[in-house]
């Protein structure tokens, strides 16, 4: 048996700490004195009996959250409150709850983990149930957490930490829950605890005393992680969370119903564009109507133009001798297909027009045949079965062969919904793979030594049959249909898929190819998978989201370590259905959730951009890219004096805010606020709105006659209180017409929205009090060191620099105080190593494979793309943004067609100027070939394309110092680079950085070289 592949997770990627940090950062300013004997059998809470977190408090810091991530603030606190189950009579709870909205594959699993460890190193928090919605995401959320411990370990100094399966038959573990004093998780599906009939509510001789197994957790406080939070939104389930007496919550999904006090949200758009998933690519295998009679069987290869005559090349089964012969014929308008094939199933089938911009055929009879839907018409579902499969083992023996000298093993998943059709000897699916397989081995060596059965895996549900004999079985599709038994039995299938998840990506493990019941499509992921294949004979509603989200990760190597190269994360659904239908279903389904939808999936069979080897094999691109290649060094001086001053002044500065504990009081009254929508007409793709807005003091206000267009959101224009209603969509009908939000509702001519918003307190006056306890201090000088690389006497003495007021804060609140000094410093740091960085050329050259970087062909799927002009390198170009697609279209392009450009083409990802940790690595946008002014000689230029020259305006930090640290490297090589927008006309101009992307080399004086390894 191959040896598990111990994966590698990274505990730097920006959009996961920032998902932990906007949680973390709610409580800045909490603290407390409850100690906890690890040797008693006492409970062990997360907070002092009787006290609850104060709800102003609260508000004040969720808006500076939702603010710091440009998130509309809240004008209230949403909180869960009403009754818990009626176990031991009636009685209610009241609980906050927040809402972090993650794209699947983006590891929203690492990141709630991550977010426990830093709750309880900044709080002391140690109790947290995390309640999923099934026994997949229960078996996945605890394989996450076993394969994740040592690197958890690794972060936060070997603190112990226990995870608990609750399981209803084991009940004395939540006594083990409740008294351990380190950080305990506890993984409980809904169901465990969502009726008072459970294990959980019963008296037990398992437990000592009296008290009853959920007395334990509510004695707690809980913190819950909700996971798959929109399943959870039922009036039973709101009263089982209730139950436990949770301190508070978090949701945290991909797809949330309803986003209570949001504090952050990594949409699919921005998923997509980040490269955090892979990119999707779609193969639609279809039947077509009235062409499948029989055996029959049509193939469109090309549409093409012969002079002035357009024909189509198709490949259709044609009589010959008496016999079936499938072979190539040529259509041109009014041939008649039976003519041309001799057999008699196409009779009626005369060509009417044939669509050159289309690729499609039309038949007189009304068929239309089109090579963008289906890879063979066919009669049967066995046929279309079998056509998909033969491509997806082509896909994969095509990734698998690109893939392997990066160490990287290729799986392809099917989903299938009966089980008899893979498991029977005589299963179909079972028997068309193995064919087809070993049809097709021969395209590669390795598979070409193995049998299609040692490449193959099923994984599906045993349940024990009257002999009491296991048994294969289909379960229910969906979560409301399953019983019991399906649950029980998905159990096991689960543990045996996330027993065996490492093991597939190793080499030496043979099974490449895995068969899973389409029940069993949540919950669970390999990161190698890149091709998913859809075999589905049910009529049942596909979820695409829930089928590519088991392939969306981004795959990882030998080593287990993630692989990013541009290129390689690209995930082929192999469709049952057309491509288009299959990509608008998907483009629906993330607006029904709410969501600006992603970049439509590319077509499998879409061309590849195609290199211009007029520009890639000419001696001016050769040139640019010795230049290029050229191997620089860098040394970082820091003037340690400069530093500790800048630092000494940003920490004493009235704007650096040190977080204290504070109480709070305050007063006020209670207004409900009133927004009717009411829709007017409709006209060429606007809504005419009338927004009525009246309050319980009878302020009323009237918005009437506007004009909206999708994507207009509401609750950003109009009112926060509006949050949620943005248009997704506008339809216009004879009889109505219809507006859908992002929320889910729907205004129409017939029927007004009104939207209550009830939830918070009018203030008339807010009482802040600081706290006036002290806690103890504990080594914020060693921390310091360790965390920004900079050495303990330049620590302790920017610490002693501070003004005396400022230090007091530690004594108040140590680890928000220590939190914000090692922020500033580091910031303070980064800004100086981008000033001081000085590079120099080694004398040899980077490494690249110049092949790889520029293909013949490449693709670019789920790229926004644009065409190229004559000397782009290749024939479409990819933009990032719209002043990227501005600056090729508006400057590029002219400029070209002036006869100005030699060649130009956008770096490949895999093309980095090295730059120090602290900072990141640098991937500029474009390079330039263009003619000097005499017209014989060509200059070199970099751009980076930015919406303003202004430093300060950039988005990030760290793009200014990306900028300073890239003049300076390209200075050495000899490269005109400079940063540019859509509007800089003369870009080609050498245009002199300002004095702020300068480096003062004047001042050399008592230089501290920096120590980069301890970033």
Same mark, same amino acid.
């Given at each position: ?10 505990n ?15 409580? %800045?300013? $909490? ?5 906890v004997?690890?040797?008693?059998? !006492? ?7 009787? =006290? ?20 509309? *603030?809240?004008?209230a ?92 038959q ?37 437990l ?13 406080k809980?913190? =819950?992680?909700?996971?798959?939070s ?44 980040? +490269? ?25 290869e ?17 009589m ?10 040529t259509?041109?308008?009014? !041939? ?27 038949f007189?009879?009304?068929s ?6 289906t890879?063979g ?12 499969? %033969? ?16 160490g ?38 390795? =598979? ?23 048994? $294969? ?21 689960y %543990? ?5 998840k ?27 998978v ?18 590519i ?32 239908e ?8 993330? &607006?029904?959730?709410g969501?600006?939808? *992603? ?12 290199? +211009?080897?007029k520009?890639?094999n ?7 890219w ?6 620089t !060094?860098?040394?970082?001086k820091l003037?340690?004096d ?24 305050t ?7 009133? $927004? ?37 959101? $509401? ?17 216009e ?18 029927s ?20 006036q ?9 060693? &921390? ?29 609140? *140590? ?9 500033v ?13 000085? =590079? ?13 970087m ?41 400029d ?27 991937n500029p @946008? ?16 970099? &751009? ?14 760290s ?20 940063q ?17 992307y ?12 920096? @120590?980069?390894?301890?970033?």
């Amino acid at each position: 048996m191959a040896k598990n592949i111990k994966l590698k997770f990274e505990n730097n990627q920006e959009h996961q700490n920032i998902a932990v940090n906007s949680v973390v950062n709610l409580f %800045e300013g $909490f603290s407390q004195n409850l100690i906890v004997n690890e040797f008693s059998s !006492d409970i062990a809470p997360n907070i002092e009996p009787f =006290y609850n977190l104060e709800e102003n408090w609260l508000l004040d810091n969720l808006q500076a959250v939702q603010e710091a991530n440009s998130l509309q *603030p809240g004008l209230a606190l949403d909180v869960d409150d009403g009754p818990m189950l009626d176990i031991d009579g009636y009685n209610t709870h009241r609980f906050p709850c927040f809402t972090v909205e993650m794209e699947t594959g983006t590891g929203k699993t690492y990141a709630y983990l991550k977010t426990v460890f830093e709750l309880n190193k900044r709080y002391g928090f140690r109790k947290f149930i995390i309640v999923v919605p099934s026994i997949a995401i229960y078996e996945g959320v605890y394989k996450t957490i076993e394969i994740t411990k040592e690197h958890f370990k690794t972060l936060y100094g070997n603190t112990t930490m226990n995870a608990i399966k609750y399981d209803g038959q084991q009940i004395g573990k939540v006594k083990d829950f409740a008294v351990n004093p380190y950080i305990n998780i506890m993984i409980m599906t809904i169901d465990a605890f969502n009726s008072k009939t459970n294990n959980l509510y019963k008296p037990t001789e398992k437990l000592p005393g009296e008290k009853k197994p959920y007395q334990y957790l509510q004695e707690t406080k809980p913190i =819950y992680i909700l996971d798959e939070s929109q399943n959870y939104l039922s009036p039973k389930s709101r009263e089982a969370l209730r139950t436990l007496n949770p301190l508070f919550a978090v949701n945290y999904s991909a797809t949330p119903k309803e986003k209570p006090n949001l504090i952050y949200r990594l949409s699919p758009v921005d998923a997509f564009k980040l +490269n955090l998933v892979k990119k999707i690519q779609v193969e639609g295998v279809t039947e077509q109507h009235n062409l499948n009679d029989k055996d029959l069987s049509v193939l469109l290869e090309e549409v093409v133009r012969n002079g002035n005559t357009i024909q189509a090349t198709l490949k259709a089964h044609c009589m010959v001798n008496g016999a079936k012969q499938l072979k190539s014929i040529t259509l041109k308008k009014n !041939d008649d297909l039976f003519d041309k094939t001799k057999n008699p199933d196409f009779e009626g089938f005369l060509v009417e027009d044939i669509n050159l911009k289309t690729q499609q055929v039309m038949f007189s009879n009304g068929s239309t045949l089109g090579n963008d839907q289906t890879q063979g018409i066919t009669l049967s579902k066995t046929e279309i079965f079998r056509v998909q499969i %033969e491509q997806t083992i082509k896909y994969h023996i095509e990734r698998q062969k690109a893939l392997r000298n990066k160490g990287i093993k290729v799986l392809s998943l099917f989903f299938i919904d009966r089980v008899d059709n893979y498991v029977q000897d005589d299963g179909i699916i079972k028997n068309l793979f193995d064919s087809a397989f070993d049809k097709l081995k021969h395209l590669d060596k390795h =598979y070409a030594k193995l049998e299609a059965r040692q490449v193959r895996q099923g994984y599906f549900a045993k349940k024990k049959n009257k002999k009491k004999e296991e048994e $294969f079985v289909d379960t229910a599709i969906f979560n409301n249909d399953k019983t019991k038994d399906d649950k029980e039995a998905e159990k096991q299938a689960y %543990e045996l898929i996330m027993k065996n998840k490492e093991v597939l990506l190793n080499f030496s493990e043979n099974v490449s190819f895995i068969f899973a019941h389409s029940a069993l499509r949540e919950g669970w992921d390999n990161p190698n998978v890149f091709q998913i294949c859809t075999l589905n004979t049910a009529t049942s509603e596909n979820r695409k989201r829930q089928e590519i989200g088991r392939g969306l990760r981004l795959c990882v190597n030998q080593d287990g370590e993630r692989v990013q190269e541009e290129g390689v994360n690209v995930l082929t659904v192999i469709a049952n259905e057309h491509y288009e239908e299959y990509c608008n279903d998907l483009q629906k389904e993330y &607006r029904e959730s709410g969501d600006v939808a *992603p970049t439509k999936p590319s077509n499998a069979r879409k061309s590849d951009a195609k290199r +211009n080897d007029k520009v890639f094999n000419s001696k001016e691109f050769k040139i640019f890219w010795d230049l290029l290649a050229l191997k620089t !060094d860098y040394e970082i001086k820091l003037d340690t004096d400069k530093l500790i001053t800048e630092c000494i002044t940003k920490l004493n500065s009235p704007k650096t805010v040190f977080p204290e504990s504070q109480i709070i009081i305050t007063r006020g009254k209670f207004v409900i606020t009133t $927004f009717r929508f009411k829709l007017n007409k409709v006209s060429v793709g606007l809504a005419q709105i009338d927004i009525t807005i009246s309050d319980t003091n009878g302020v009323e206000n009237v918005i009437k006659g506007e004009w909206y267009k999708v994507g207009y959101d $509401f609750g950003t224009k109009k009112s926060k209180r509006l949050s949620g209603y943005k248009i997704v969509e506008i339809k216009e009908y004879k009889s109505d017409s219809v507006v859908h939000f992002g929320n889910g509702e729907s205004l129409s001519l017939e029927s007004d929205i009104l939207h209550t918003d009830n939830k918070g307190h009018q203030s008339e006056s807010i009482t802040k009090q600081e706290a006036q306890t002290s806690y103890p201090v504990f080594n914020i000088i060693d &921390r310091t060191s360790k965390e920004t690389g900079i050495t303990r006497p330049t620590v302790l003495q920017i610490f002693k620099g501070m003004e005396e007021d400022r230090k007091k804060h530690i004594f108040k609140n *140590p680890e928000g105080f220590t939190s914000k000094f090692i922020e500033v410093i580091k910031e303070q740091l980064a800004d100086h190593i981008a000033e001081g960085i000085e =590079y120099k050329l080694t004398g040899e050259l980077e490494t690249y494979d110049f092949d790889e970087m520029f293909p013949s062909t490449k693709k670019f799927p789920q790229k926004e793309l644009i065409d190229g002009s004559d000397n782009s390198l290749y024939d479409f170009v990819q933009i990032d943004s719209g002043v990227e697609e501005r600056f090729v279209s508006n400057i590029l392009v002219e400029d070209d067609r002036s006869g100005n450009i030699i060649g130009y083409f956008k770096f490949p990802p895999t093309f980095k100027v090295r730059i120090p940790k602290i900072i990141k690595n640098y991937n500029p @946008d474009w390079g330039i070939l263009r003619k000097s002014r005499d017209g014989k000689t060509s200059i070199n230029l970099v &751009r980076e394309t930015k919406g303003s020259l202004i430093p300060e305006q950039l988005q990030w930090p760290s793009e200014k110092r990306k900028i300073k640290c890239a003049i300076k490297h390209f200075e050495k090589l000899g490269i005109n680079y400079r940063q540019v927008t859509s509007d800089t006309l003369k870009y080609w101009e050498n245009n002199k950085p300002t004095q702020s992307y300068r480096l003062d080399l004047e001042q050399e004086n008592d230089h501290l070289l920096y @120590d980069e390894g301890k970033i």
